[in-house]
């Protein structure tokens, strides 16, 4: 994928994305996520903040991407001054990664985007890797 400058510095600065899966009977499910983008591949920790449930495989969105791995990704920038509003929406494929699969470079990515991140045991968690295809 290329992205254009004004996206590349979006994916850069955005905090935050909304990572869309679809459940078993054909809904979006929409969940706020962090992540990295290295290359044309997006990087999401299934990290230490509470969830609902303690397995990561039993998450609604990782049981999605297990079933339906196709998602689409919303990174956006909203303004009082709706001169600097911006969106970019990614579409791609989606898969559960085990802990102790991933490139080495992924969690120093994380922990240098969000500092939160620091006091986060990312090496011994899984991840989901969203392969960008437009």
């Known amino acids: 994928m290329t992205f254009s400058p004004a996206e590349k510095d979006l994916l850069a600065e955005a905090r935050r994305a909304s990572l869309a899966t679809i459940d078993a009977h054909g ?4 969940v706020p996520i962090c992540f990295v983008l290295i290359d044309d591949v997006m990087w999401s920790p299934i990290d230490e903040k509470p969830k609902i449930v303690a397995d990561p495989r039993a998450l ?3 049981r999605d991407i297990q079933a339906r791995p196709a998602v689409t990704v919303l990174v956006d920038r909203w303004s009082e001054a709706w001169s600097e509003l911006a969106w970019l929406r ?3 494929r989606a898969e559960f990664v085990e ?5 080495v470079e992924i969690v120093p990515a994380l922990r240098a985007k969000y500092s939160q991140y620091r006091r986060h045991a990312l090496e011994s968690r899984p991840m989901i890797k969203i392969t960008l295809e437009h």
């Open 27 to 30: 809904r979006a499910r929409l």
């Open 60 to 62: 609604a969105r990782v």
């Open 90 to 92: 990614l579409v791609g």
């Open 99 to 103: 802990r102790g699969d991933l490139p």
